[in-house]
């Protein structure tokens, strides 16, 4: 890599900028100048980079000047504040949040399924939501032997896709159930401890909610196909890190199981697990803190004459957000 960058990280002290900053490193990004920003109440404070503290500084519109490239982990209503200044200082915007997700002429990017998108960017550079990511990882090698015309998921999402807070509530809940102590709840619209919640997000007016709708709506334009269809159950589990999803889809021609799996072994970033530890699946414990969707119990739907089911799970603030960032700056590095 000839080319060095520029980079700021824009919310550099959550769980999800943290993460950037470490895979820029595992990366071998080569970052010339790191730039943490962050609110005011954290300017001041410093960030390791490669063995170095970095000064953290406050976000303001003249913050992204000189900069390549800026790494966005911040909500949607940040980024939107700031996108406008970003552009105009020339950097590119790879962005984490929802903001600009289905916006037309922003490309919503999996480097290793439509990486060509990012660089018809103006500006803007889309992460996608981190289950949306990881099922399309799953089912994309599938999707190249035949479109994928319709499927039906179940998410089973981390507590930390709710940020430190919904870590902390688990935790909290656990002690105050082992302790025989009432358990209280902030975060979550039930407890968390010992429960699944079926709900997450905000429910739109077809009664599915808007982080349901991800799945369809971002995986058309991940996979290029705008027909796509997804029936989604979004579902809050009492895991600490990495998202589980189950996946029943339909494609054009029946594809066999070996085929199936012949074309999620082959594909770049995601792992066929056959016979790990003596299972045919994976578990959100093996899957955090790396890159690779793990993908297993491939089989026929008993449903649907084209159909196949499958399990998959992936660490989302890596894959599913840090460091598909990551990767979609790393394609510029050529």
Known sequence: MSK????????????VGQEMMKVLEEYEIPVSRLLPLASARSAG????????????????DASFDGMDFVLGAVE????????PAIKKSGAVYID???????????????????????????GIISNPNCSTIITMMAVAGI????????????TYQAVSGAGINGLRELEQQMKALAAGESVERKVFPAQIALNVIPFIGSQLDNLYTD??????????????????????????????????????????????????NAAIRSFPGVRLIEDYEGRCYPTPLDTSGQDLVWVGRVREDLTCENG??????????????????VQILKLFCK
């Open 76 to 83: 949607a209503d940040m980024s939107r504040r700031f996108a």
């Open 45 to 60: 404070g410093t960030v390791r980079f490669r063995g170095e503290n970095v000064l953290i500084e406050e976000a303001t």
């Open 143 to 154: 999707a190249a032997l035949s479109p994928i015309r319709s499927m039906v998921a179940s």
């Open 96 to 122: 984490n949040s929802s903001a600009f997700r289905l916006e037309p002429d922003v490309p919503l990017v999996v480097p290793e399924i439509n990486g060509g998108d990012a660089f018809l960017n103006k």
């Open 211 to 260: 982080e349901e709708m991800k799945m369809q709506n971002e995986g058309q334009r991940i996979l290029h196909q705008p027909d796509l269809k997804v029936t989604c159950t979004c579902v809050r589990v009492p895991v600490m890190r990495s998202h589980s999803i189950s996946a029943t889809l339909r494609t054009d021609r029946k594809i066999s199981v070996e085929e199936a």
């Open 4 to 15: 060095t960058f520029k980079v700021a990280v824009l919310g550099a002290t959550g769980a």
């Open 308 to 325: 196949l089911s499958l399990w998959c799970c992936g660490d989302q603030i890596r894959k599913g957000a840090a460091a598909n960032a």
